[in-house]
């Protein structure tokens, strides 16, 4: 085992699975996203009902509720990405456990992105390796999951 390949998780810019351009593009566009959403989400204010954030950045309000009296799937994501970016990671879980983990985990990308970028590390042979449909998988159990939690806290 080479020295660049003692954390497995890191290896070298010139070894990843593209070519170094096609990784610091990735890299650059990834870490880019993240920042525009981080900044977007901490000029809102999250919204005390739990739900409801996502008009502040000029969406229209969720029809779900009005018109089958409960929760949308993903009621509550922004306002729980809005408390993530803030640093209520609690919080966050509490108002909705799918979208703190999507917040979660798109934080997680953008700063691991960046940290590729400085370190001159393959952010691309990170997410090749990483196990793609267990993921899928799991968040998608954790939608439903976190739908049927939104429902039974659901104050409209």
């Not at 566009?29 to 008009?55: F, K, N, Q, Y």
């Not at 990483?130 to 939690?149: K, M, T």
Request: hydrophobic share 50%; proline share 6%; aromatic share 12%.
């Amino acid at each position: 085992m080479t020295a660049s390949r003692k954390n497995p998780w890191t290896i070298p810019l010139a070894e990843g699975p593209v070519s170094s351009f096609a990784d610091r593009l990735t890299a650059v566009i990834v870490g880019g996203v993240a920042v525009v959403i981080m900044w977007s989400l901490s000029t809102v204010a999250p919204d005390g009902r739990g739900h409801g954030t996502h008009e502040q950045l000029g969406m229209d309000p969720c029809g779900w509720p009005t018109v089958y009296g409960i929760p949308c799937p993903t009621c509550g994501c922004t306002t729980a990405a809005t408390q993530l970016v803030r640093g209520d990671v609690f919080g966050a879980f509490v108002t909705q456990p799918f979208g703190a983990a999507l917040a979660l985990i798109g934080v997680l990308a953008g700063v691991h992105a960046w940290l590729c970028l400085l370190r001159g590390r393959s952010f691309v042979d990170v997410i090749v390796r990483l196990p793609f449909w267990r993921i899928v998988l799991a968040l998608f159990l954790l939608l439903w999951v976190a739908w049927g939690y939104k429902y039974l806290v659901w104050q409209g």
